[in-house]
């Protein structure tokens, strides 16, 4: 009996047949009129979210994110792609047809919508990233193609510049704006939250997008991982060290037991044997007094 997946895993698009389809291979990855690199920020965070994006509900085999990375979204206008900074996509294998990195992320070929994606706001990208399209047969927003076409369950935005953070949630066809406790936000779906974290990642210390547990812990990025392995094993060395210490005292303190003790069996055997020497010196004065007592004529056993 087959199981019905989540509707989060699922896409359902109106398309053409699929072998009429572009595949990755035949779509671009990136822009080429796209002018520079994202700066630093637009790097860092994502890598943040994807260092510390670990579902304990999903196999990591089972778990693709990405982040600036191509995402085609419609099979009637093949061409149109939106290029999300962060996204993450559970119960797809995280290669491509099981054995390849992904150039793009093309939704009529993966058939398995994002579950979530966060937008990095900025004052050139803010219209694209929270409104709607007020023209006709242009390419929709990101806001549109997430709500709308991909009905991505959940929509996140972070402000960097004012550290406000928003979160969308997909009801009724629509995003509604969720309330935020502390600066924290619970997806049951995923058994993670999504919260800011004031700390120092890359060497730069401020607010920053990070996912944490259900016990409230913020989930360790590689490096803390790494520091934490790292501390581990200096404390299994220290206390193996400290073992191999206190045996080492041990046997030092059982030998000098053993040698208190030999000193002890020693002494007592000097002891006995001074007392076996006083008695046999004590009966040699006895018999040499009893000897002279009978040569003066006088019998010993009746004094």
């Known amino acids: ?11 359902i698009l109106p398309h053409p047949a699929k072998e ?54 419609d099979p009637n ?28 992320y093309v939704i009529w070929q993966e058939e398995v919508r994002p579950i979530v994606a966060i937008e990095l706001l900025s004052a050139s990208t803010r219209d694209q990233d929270l409104g709607y399209s007020e023209r006709t047969g242009e390419p929709p927003t990101k806001w549109e193609v ?21 979160l969308f949630k997909l009801d009724g066809g629509s995003y509604q704006p969720q309330t935020i406790d502390n600066s924290q936000f619970w997806i049951p779906e995923l058994q993670l939250g999504l919260g800011l974290w ?18 409230g812990n913020w989930i360790p ?25 206190q045996e080492r005292q041990q046997k030092e303190l059982a030998q000098q037991r053993a040698e208190q003790e030999h000193q002890q069996k020693e002494l007592a055997q000097q002891r006995a044997e001074l007392e076996h020497q006083r008695a046999e010196l004590a009966q040699q004065r006895a018999e040499q007094l009893a000897e ?12």
Not at 32 to 57: A, I, K, S, V
Not at 148 to 156: G, S, T
Not at 221 to 245: F, M, W
Request: charged share 30%.
């Open 1 to 11: 009996m087959s199981v019905a997946k989540p509707l989060f895993e699922q896409v």
């Open 221 to 245: 990025t590689d490096a803390e991982l790494e520091r934490l392995r790292a501390e581990q094993e200096r404390q299994q060395k220290e206390l193996a060290q400290q073992r191999t210490e």
């Open 77 to 104: 206008h093949t061409p149109w792609y939106k290029r999300p900074d962060w996204f993450a996509v559970v119960g797809i294998s995280r290669f491509y047809q099981g054995r390849e990195l992904r150039m793009s």
């Open 198 to 215: 004031l700390g120092e990642y890359r060497g730069l210390n401020r607010l920053w997008l990070r996912w944490y547990d259900q016990q």
């Open 146 to 166: 997430y709500e709308q076409i991909l009905a991505i369950p959940y929509y996140v935005t972070f402000d960097r510049v004012s550290n406000e953070l928003q």
């Open 20 to 73: 009429t389809l572009p595949t990755m291979y035949d779509l671009p990855s990136e822009d080429p009129e796209e002018p520079g690199l994202p700066d630093e920020f637009h790097l860092w965070q994502p890598q943040l979210c994807t260092e510390t994006f670990r579902p304990p509900n999903y196999e990591s085999e089972r778990v693709f994110v990405a982040s600036d990375l191509n995402l085609y979204y």
């Open 292 to 303: 002279r007592l009978r040569q003066m004529g006088i019998n010993p056993d009746e004094i």
